[in-house]
């Protein structure tokens, strides 16, 4: 399958789910975010591109309840938000899958996508229930398991980001933020990855894709931002770039206003 054909044409909505307006981060005289906004709709996967340094890492931090802003407003569902922590992003409806994934190898994919919130039938764990669910949830995402008992280490890298991704699909949320999930991937994999992104965003989840790959952020993205430096570069929509303009932007070969000029003020 080729990267190319994921891109969708599932209807976005108009109103964001997420919108990050003007935030600066400082961490004591360094400035590693400076007037960046960003938003995410549902059922758009929104790419946040830059090379190592750019940003990307503070502003999903900042974006999750990592980082608390220095300045900067950062809204859920049009209502003021001051996350003080990633517990209340997660409640909140903000769910990020990091390049580590949280996951404990040597147990099992039941066990890791339920993480402590497995159902209950009186006192005790109900494993038939915790088993069926996760075997089906990642049949939708799919993957076939051979067993849920089966560890996750014993997975393939794509298979550990699905079940990551599964489970906060499966536990409501309405952003999705992934953190380079394909850097360490080989192309099955990758394919696979972009696939399941593809999945969630039909189900009308906002998917914040993070990469320094344009290949697979042209791949999945309906909307592309670059940051350098811990600015914004520029925002594209998809059909109003090609990917040379993007790796272009991300490189700082381009100004912005010649980018503008050759997409006739769209960016």
Not at 12 to 27: A, Q, R, S, T, W
Not at 35 to 61: W, Y
Not at 228 to 234: D, H, I, S, V, Y
Request: proline share 4%; charged share 20%.
């Amino acid at each position: 399958m080729s990267e190319t054909a994921f891109h969708h044409d599932a209807p976005i909505g108009d109103k964001p789910i997420v919108e990050m307006k003007n935030i600066e981060k400082h961490f004591g005289p360094v400035i590693a975010l400076n007037g960046v906004s960003f938003d995410v709709k549902p059922g758009e996967c929104h790419c946040l591109l830059g090379d190592n340094g750019a940003g990307k890492s503070t502003f999903i931090k900042t974006m999750s309840g990592v980082h608390k802003p220095t300045a900067g407003e950062i809204l859920f569902e049009g209502r003021q938000m001051n996350f003080a922590s990633p517990r209340d992003a997660m409640e909140a409806g903000i769910a990020t899958v990091y390049q580590d994934l949280a996951m404990i190898p040597l147990m099992s994919v039941t066990r890791n996508f339920w993480m402590g919130r497995e159902p209950k039938k009186g006192l005790f764990i109900d494993f038939d229930k915790a088993n069926s669910t996760t075997m089906a949830e990642m049949k939708k995402m799919g993957i076939n398991l051979r067993s849920p008992d089966q560890a996750v280490g014993t997975l393939s890298g794509g298979e550990r980001q699905t079940v990551a991704i599964a489970r906060a699909v499966y536990f409501g949320a309405k952003v999705l933020i992934l953190d380079e999930p394909t850097s360490a991937l080989g192309v099955r994999q990758t394919s696979n990855v972009l696939a399941t992104v593809d999945k969630v965003r039909k189900n009308g989840i906002g998917v914040v894709f993070i990469t320094h790959n344009v290949r697979h952020a042209m791949a999945v993205g309906d909307r592309f931002t670059v940051l350098n430096r811990g600015k914004t570069l520029g925002t594209a929509t998809r059909g109003d770039i090609t990917p040379e303009e993007l790796q272009d932007l991300m490189a700082g070969g381009q100004e912005m206003a010649q980018l503008e000029g050759s997409l006739g003020g769209t960016v």
